[in-house]
């Protein structure tokens, strides 16, 4: 018998081939929203450039979105225990690599949409900012006790929309979100590694 999720006794726990193959599915649906809707709105997409400087400023923010993500995991247990069902349910499955397509697959598809298209077409400015990221905060919701877990996305949402806002650089938002990610997503694994041992 599968061994069930803490606080859901009637969700059982997914498979590696289920999770990676959501993740696809779930890529694949966010680049089609985003491309649909800049064919039918006539939406540009936030100018996306290569530069050195936006590397840096994405590195830079997934770095201190990581640590502050550890800070709030550490001082609020509601947030703490809704984190850990959502990364329970989606990264207790997989091995190491798959943290790439984790990081990869979900931070372009949801920039893409989120910053890319749905930030340029409700308007560059703090209302826009506010409803995407509410937005995008709502597609981490995956049951009614994840609420801590939707602020916070809400929260990252605010800072990855700003970034592209301030910078006009889709590139900022992407490598921020991809590399936050992975460091998250690794720190997690490695931390309940040792716990599962």
């Known amino acids: 018998m599968a061994k ?55 590195l830079g923010l997934a770095v201190t979105i990581t640590a502050a993500s550890s800070v709030v995991y550490y001082l ?22 798959d943290l790439i397509w984790l990081g990869l697959l979900p931070g372009m598809s949801e920039e893409l949409l989120f910053r890319g298209v749905m930030l340029p077409a409700v308007g560059m400015d703090f209302t826009g900012l506010v409803a995407t990221s509410l937005l995008f905060g709502i597609l981490h919701l995956s049951g009614p006790q994840q609420w801590p877990y939707v602020v916070w996305a809400t929260a990252v949402g605010l800072l990855l929309g700003y970034s592209a806002i ?27 590694r040792q716990v599962e041992a």
């Open 76 to 97: 609020w247990p509601a947030y703490r225990q809704s984190a850990d069902f959502y990364l329970q349910l989606v990264l207790k499955p997989l091995v190491l690599p």
């Open 166 to 192: 301030a910078t006009g650089n889709l590139l900022v938002p992407i490598v921020a979100h991809v590399v936050t990610n992975l460091l998250s997503s690794y720190l997690w694994k490695l931390g309940n």
């Open 4 to 58: 069930q999720l803490p606080d859901n006794p009637e969700l059982e726990p997914l498979t590696r081939i289920q999770v990676l193959i959501a993740m696809g599915v779930t890529a694949v649906v966010l680049l089609f929203a985003a491309k649909l809707w800049m064919y039918l709105g006539s939406v540009t997409l936030l100018p996306l450039s290569g530069t050195s400087d936006a590397l840096l400023l994405g």
